[in-house]
């Protein structure tokens, strides 16, 4: 299984999820045609975004469609949460030390 934060570290995985979070469903050929590189560099991503168990895949007859499962995203959105947490934490004690200054 890859590392999810692996997984989006590239922009172009970045913006196949965002295609993928605005459809039910796309086929590759779809998918391949949102890019100015082929369909074998294409698949390579949406495979990284599979390993990470980002993206879910079905053959329809000779055609792959794929979907975004959205689980792993709550991975990340939990850890920006805890760091957003940090930094309102640690930015509402400066902005209390400076008005402690401000003050004296």
């Known amino acids: 299984m890859r590392d999810v934060f692996d997984a ?20 590759l050929h779809e998918l391949t045609a949102q890019f100015q590189m082929g369909r074998t560099a294409v698949s390579k991503h949406l495979s990284i975004l599979k390993e990470a168990g980002l993206v879910l895949d079905r053959k329809v007859g000779k055609e792959t469609r794929f979907r975004l499962n959205d689980a792993p995203l ?31």
């Open 74 to 104: 709550r991975e990340i959105h939990n850890w920006l949460t805890f760091y957003n947490k940090f930094w309102n934490t640690n930015m509402l004690r400066l902005n209390q030390l400076l008005e402690e200054e401000e003050e004296e």
């Open 8 to 27: 989006i570290a590239d922009p172009t995985r970045r913006r196949l999820i965002r295609l993928l979070a605005e459809a039910e469903e796309i086929p």
